[in-house]
């Protein structure tokens, strides 16, 4: 059994409009919780793993119902700290076809917008961790956040764990007064393992690649070999370098696959087609789960590892909500090569 994985963040509570109807035909929501590290611990719980989630949430109703939805998912919450008046929304109209999704955030003076340095016991909480995974949404949600999560990463290296993080620029969120080119390298520096989408690598740092356009629905991996370069050149201890690779052909045709660099070789998934999206919200932070997973439980096979995470986040798309609700074996069977969907009895 492998010691505990760490995320830090925020989690939201999500409102959908139900059978992707817009916004202003929606008469009802549909409720449920997610945000990316708590996105990633659920699917890490769902594998097996231990996993702790650290926030701030507020002490009333809503707060205590996301940890009761978290313990569900068998998710750690022991570290979970209370304070602040109002717990995060964000609004998701689901598109369809040619129509994009679309996301409202309603977020500002969140409880865990207001986290300051100190709050948390950092060392308490790595006790019989292994990895601490961020991403680049919480610095984003204030300067708080920012400076609490970059005293986590130190507290982190300094205890000798593994240090994750997904880019995940989010242009919306970034209002605090910072920017995320002047903020992110100083917590990215300090990473084992990097990953980013076919665009945060340009949006955050300027790295981009030549020729290739997401919006053409194909999406070239040779391409992307130039982007691990220059991110491991920028930032040298990264030990793994990891480009999700998604081509939008429509709102509901994605292709979907990814590239690792381990700064030696570069390791190419399958490319899967998923023609009937369900919801592809946490379609990144399904990928993270898997990845972590592999990485903990197929050492030196970076390959197997890049193709567990890859086939975990082709399945994250035919479910609703945030979650990765999947099993080890319904991941493995898809990285066998059995896309029917046969009815399993």
């Given at each position: 059994m492998h010691k505990k994985i760490v995320t830090f963040g925020e989690i939201m509570l999500r409102l959908a409009t139900p059978e992707h109807q817009r916004f202003s035909q929606a008469t009802s929501f549909w409720a449920s919780f997610g945000g990316g590290e708590a996105n990633v611990a659920v699917s890490l719980a769902n594998y097996g793993l231990k996993t702790e989630f650290v926030t701030r949430l507020p002490d009333n109703d809503v707060g205590r119902s996301v940890i009761m939805e978290l313990r569900k998912h068998n998710v750690g919450t022991g570290s979970?700290?209370?304070?602040?008046?109002?717990?995060?929304?964000?609004?998701?109209?689901?598109?369809?076809?040619?129509?994009?999704?679309k996301v409202i955030y309603d977020r500002a003076h969140s409880s865990v917008s207001e986290i300051?340095?100190?709050?948390?016991?950092?060392?308490?909480?790595?006790?019989?961790a292994c990895w601490?995974?961020?991403?680049?949404?919480?610095?984003?949600?204030?300067?708080?956040a920012a400076d609490a999560c970059l005293e986590?990463?130190?507290?982190?290296?300094?205890?000798?764990?593994?240090?994750?993080?997904?880019?995940?620029?989010?242009?919306?969120?970034?209002?605090?007064?910072?920017?995320?080119?002047?903020?992110?390298?100083?917590?990215?520096?300090?990473?084992?393992v990097i990953l980013g989408n076919?665009?945060?690598?340009?949006?955050?740092?300027?790295?981009?690649?030549?020729?290739?356009?997401?919006?053409?629905g194909k999406v070239d991996s040779s391409e992307y070999e130039s982007v691990c370069r220059q991110l491991k050149n920028r930032f040298p201890g990264a030990e793994k370098i990891i480009i999700t690779l998604r081509g939008s052909v429509s709102a509901d045709h994605n292709s979907w696959s990814?590239?690792?660099y381990n700064g030696k070789?570069?390791?190419?998934?399958?490319?899967?087609?998923?023609?009937?999206?369900?919801?592809?919200?946490?379609?990144?932070?399904?990928?993270?789960g898997g990845l972590i997973y592999g990485l903990l439980n197929y050492p030196g096979d970076d390959q197997k590892a890049l193709n567990f995470a890859?086939?975990?986040?082709?399945?994250?798309?035919?479910?609703?909500?945030?979650?990765?609700?999947?099993?080890?074996?319904?991941?493995?069977?898809?990285?066998?090569?059995?896309?029917s969907g046969r009815v399993v009895r």
């Open positions: 979970i700290i209370f304070g602040g008046e109002r717990l995060g929304i964000y609004f998701l109209e689901t598109g369809s076809v040619s129509r994009p999704s300051r340095p100190g709050m948390i016991d950092w060392e308490k909480v790595f006790t019989d601490f995974h961020w991403t680049g949404i919480t610095p984003a949600i204030s300067q708080g986590a990463i130190k507290a982190a290296k300094k205890l000798g764990l593994t240090v994750s993080c997904d880019l995940n620029f989010r242009k919306n969120l970034w209002k605090w007064g910072s920017a995320a080119k002047l903020v992110m390298p100083a917590m990215v520096e300090l990473c084992d076919e665009e945060d690598a340009e949006k955050v740092f300027g790295i981009k690649p030549e020729g290739t356009d997401v919006s053409s990814g590239i690792l070789d570069f390791f190419n998934a399958p490319v899967y087609q998923i023609t009937h999206i369900v919801d592809r919200v946490g379609g990144g932070d399904s990928f993270m890859v086939a975990a986040s082709c399945l994250k798309h035919t479910i609703h909500g945030d979650f990765n609700l999947v099993t080890i074996s319904e991941v493995e069977q898809l990285m066998k090569g059995d896309a």
